[in-house]
Nanobody, 124 residues
Framework: QVQLVESGGGLVQAGGSLRLSCAASGGTFRMYAMGWFRQAPGKEREFVSRIAWSGDRTYYASSVKGRFTISRDNAKNTVYLQMNSLKPEDTAVYYC?????????????????WGQGTQVTVSS
């Protein structure tokens, strides 16, 4: 059983930056691909980014590509999401998730473990 805890959310003005962290425990972190998803009020949870267990492959939603960067530190059992040039439409609860399967997977139902989420609010 893997436990995931996100942190780093908050309120930021448009154009600003935030760095989200997701700390994992209770499993072999390096075995999992890790993803970030977000859910805005009244909307479905959507894929943001994913990183392979080795860190050598990353995937991004088109809406964040070029602005967000995913990374991981397997020694610290932590995955990060650096968010730059934030826009009001980035406002959502951000969740990290763990997936035992390789490849590019974007469907939330394919991820086995989830954190509780961290709120990101971008003001205009």
């Amino acid at each position: 059983q893997v436990q995931l805890v996100e942190s780093g959310g908050g309120l930021v003005q448009a154009g600003g930056s935030l760095r989200l962290s997701c700390a994992a425990s209770g499993g072999t972190f390096r075995m999992y691909a890790m993803g970030w998803f977000r859910q805005a009020p009244g909307k479905e949870r959507e894929f943001v980014s994913r990183i392979a267990w080795s860190g050598d492959r990353t995937y991004y939603a088109s809406s964040v590509k070029g602005r967000f960067t995913i990374s991981r530190d397997n020694a610290k059992n932590t995955v990060y999401l650096q968010m730059n040039s934030l826009k009001p439409e980035d406002t959502a609860v951000y969740y990290c998730a763990a997936d035992l399967s390789p490849g590019s997977r974007y469907d939330p139902s394919e991820y086995a473990y989830w954190g509780q989420g961290t709120q990101v609010t971008v003001s205009s």
